[in-house]
């Protein structure tokens, strides 16, 4: 059994065969967390949780929807251009598809950096990432987090909140789309904190050194489904059942096999999710 631990099938581009996607990859064996990034994407994970057994959602405000924005995004070989509208971070809302049973973390959550990144905009990213961790500590979740060139500001922010803990708060949570150094997992895992791998990993051969060095216990895999389908299914719209290319990966860089990586990844990613 494999656990994709994070997947976009409540986006437009699997919408209109998102429930054949999932029948497929639950007759495979593999479950998948489903990962909002607004309000209604977070509605639709959780919908499409309660409608199957093995599929959980998580929900949360991506920092990419904080204002106004034209954004490019590649599905397979197609460019997809859209405007993303502004949603303010509704802390009473959230909380209450939070209490959802079937709502396994808080995400994706975190810090998005594109070169042209104003300070006023990185600043209204932290404010709203930090009441996101707030949330999670709140209703005992973990988080799941996006980053995009600000590790730097994630793990100082982390690192303040973990110093910060009291009366039996905990924070803990995943990296997903991990891309950083050893030295950065190993400040994350010293807060609690997974890393997980996507499909990158099977066409980008500088990830092999790292996943060589961290520890399989400390390990998930994803997809990030629509986007970045590995090898073989590069060029085309990626998918849960995917995953299995990736524990695949890991097997092959680690020179262990395939079991053990689907064995241990499923143990982290059920006990980070209390699954």
């Known amino acids: 059994m494999l656990i994709d631990t994070h997947c976009h099938l409540n986006f437009n581009a699997i919408k209109d065969d998102a429930d054949e996607v999932i029948l497929r990859t639950l007759k495979e064996g593999i479950k998948m967390i489903i990962v909002g990034t607004q309000y209604d994407t977070s509605l ?7 409608k199957y057994d093995g599929v959980y959602a998580a929900i949360g405000l991506h920092p990419v929807h904080l204002k106004n924005q034209k954004i490019k995004e590649k599905i397979g070989k197609e460019e997809i251009e859209f405007l993303s509208r502004a949603e303010k971070f509704d802390e009473k809302k959230y ?5 959802i049973k ?20 990185k600043a209204l990213q932290k404010e709203v990432f930090l009441k996101q ?4 500590k709140k209703i005992n979740k973990p988080i799941i987090i996006h980053n995009r ?4 500001d994630i793990l100082e922010i982390l690192e ?15 990296s997903h789309f991990f891309s950083g150094t050893f030295e950065e997992a190993q400040k994350l ?8 791998f996507t499909g990158v990993i099977t066409f980008a051969p500088e990830y092999e050194f790292l996943i060589q060095k961290l520890p399989l216990d400390k390990i998930m895999v994803e997809t990030d489904s629509p986007y970045v389908s590995p090898v073989p299914h590069r060029g085309e719209r990626n998918e849960p059942l995917n995953v299995k290319f990736i524990a695949q990966k890991i097997a092959d860089i680690k ?10 990844t499923t143990l982290n990613a059920k006990k980070l999710f209390n699954i």
């Open 255 to 264: 020179g262990i096999s395939l079991k053990e990586v689907e064995n241990q």
């Open 102 to 121: 079937e709502v396994v973390a808080i995400g994706e959550v975190g810090l998005d950096y594109p070169n042209d990144t104003s300070e006023e905009f």
């Open 95 to 99: 909380e209450e598809l939070a209490k």
């Open 149 to 152: 060139n600000a590790l730097k």
């Open 160 to 174: 303040s909140e973990f110093s910060n803990w009291r009366n039996g708060e905990k924070l803990n949570g995943v």
């Open 133 to 136: 961790i707030h949330l999670a």
């Open 44 to 50: 639709r994970a959780i919908n499409y949780a309660k």
């Open 189 to 196: 895992f010293n807060l609690g904190f997974l890393v997980s």
